[in-house]
């Protein structure tokens, strides 16, 4: 396993669990597509290999996106945020990147529209 350069690390905030925000946005269209976790572990292997790996909470371990599903994600780039606790990843999508096999998280619910 590949360790997160230090001068990497020494820049994230991480909550209580050691755990960092990541935002997926699609290559190409900008669309947000999910929110997940990270480790310096999961940060790690996806700079090294480019295949989008996050930290699940509830399961307690990393996992690769795509892995069980077919759903990839190929990491064009990420970027730290100005506080250092957040990442966002841009990514090409193959298939649905929400769970429920949306193409992304946020399709369901519309709570405020733009304005006409």
């Known amino acids: ?9 020494s ?14 946005q699609e290559r190409g269209t900008g ?10 572990a999961a940060l ?3 700079l090294a290999t480019r295949e989008a790996t996050y930290f699940s909470r509830s399961r307690g371990e990393q996992w690769i996106k795509g892995q069980t ?10 970027r730290l945020d100005c506080d250092g606790d957040t990442v ?7 298939g649905g990147a929400c769970h429920t096999g949306d193409h992304t998280c ?11």
């Open 11 to 24: 820049r994230l905030k991480r909550d209580a669990s050691g755990l960092f925000t990541a935002v997926v």
């Open 88 to 94: 966002l990843l841009e990514v090409d999508q193959v």
């Open 106 to 116: 946020f399709d369901a619910d519309l709570l405020l529209g733009p304005e006409s």
């Open 31 to 40: 669309q947000v597509l999910m929110v997940a976790w990270m480790d310096d």
């Open 44 to 46: 790690a292997r996806t």
């Open 69 to 78: 599903s077919g759903h990839t994600q190929r990491v064009h780039s990420v």
């Open 1 to 9: 396993m590949t360790a997160l350069e230090a001068s990497i690390s």
